[in-house]
T-cell receptor
Framework: SQQGEEDPQALSIQEGENATMNCSYK?????LQWYRQNSGRGLVHLIL?????REKHSGRLRVTLDTSKKSSSLLITASRAADTASYFC????????????FGKGTMLLVSP | NAGVMQNPRHLVRRRGQEARLRCSPM?????VYWYRQLPEEGLKFMVY????????ESGMPKERFSAEFPKEGPSILRIQQVVRGDSAAYFC?????????????FGPGTRLLVL
């Protein structure tokens, strides 16, 4: 069954607003990663958070991880039209080289 | 440093034909992963390879699908006798050695359409 499940499936906001996406997973993980996919393109790595970390920042991105609830959130602050894309969480069971298990993604639309 | 390269970007095949998808990892990367994405879905892991070795093929269908990553040249995902259900986007990713090995860098994908 799917390891990661994103919520909501789709999100529509105005430029300047914040966007929050959530991800839940079922089993223990080593790390959780967020990726962005523009329509018809490949995936771009955004941020990685390890199981012993609770929060991580990268520019306008803020990721939290709650291993007790098996959930993560991705916050994009001050959104821009260019942030329009699908966002996926992916979990890795092992440290080092590891296959990733992806959720179905959240489609974010940022209107000017 | 060029990113992960995949070709072709689009591939059309008739049922029963063979599809060959190529992936050249980033320079210096010797670990390659293949994923499949159906419309409106997330990516599903298929196979993980190092040079000349298949490390994990637990996501590969047992029949018609094979993958290789030879010592020289790109990684190849081969689908024999394609069926309509094979229509999907196939993505390749590679990982660097050292401390960044957990991050995967994805290619642009090959979109396979089976008529």
């Amino acid at each position: 069954s799917q390891q990661g499940e994103e919520d909501p499936q789709a999100l529509s906001i105005q430029e300047g607003e914040n966007a929050t996406m959530n991800c839940s997973y079922k089993t223990s993980i080593n790390n959780l990663q967020w990726y962005r996919q523009n329509s018809g393109r490949g995936l771009v790595h955004l941020i990685l958070i390890r199981s012993n970390e609770r929060e991580k920042h990268s520019g306008r991105l803020r990721v939290t991880l709650d291993t007790s609830k098996k959930s993560s959130s991705l916050l994009i602050t001050a959104s821009r039209a260019a942030d329009t894309a699908s966002y996926f969480c992916a979990t890795a069971f092992n440290s080092g080289y590891s296959t990733l298990t992806f959720g179905k993604g959240t489609m974010l639309l940022v209107s000017p | 440093n060029a990113g992960v390269m995949q070709n072709p970007r689009h591939l059309v095949r008739r049922r029963g034909q063979e599809a060959r998808l190529r992936c050249s990892p980033m320079k210096g990367h010797s670990h390659v992963y293949w994923y499949r994405q159906l419309p409106e879905e997330g990516l599903k892991f298929m196979v993980y390879l190092q040079k000349e070795n298949i490390i994990d093929e637990s996501g590969m269908p047992k029949e018609r699908f094979s993958a290789e990553f030879p010592k020289e040249g790109p990684s190849i995902l081969r689908i024999q006798q394609v069926v309509r259900g094979d229509s999907a986007a196939y993505f390749c990713a590679s990982s660097p050695p050292g401390s960044g090995k957990e991050t995967q860098y994805f290619g642009p994908g090959t979109r396979l359409l089976v008529l």
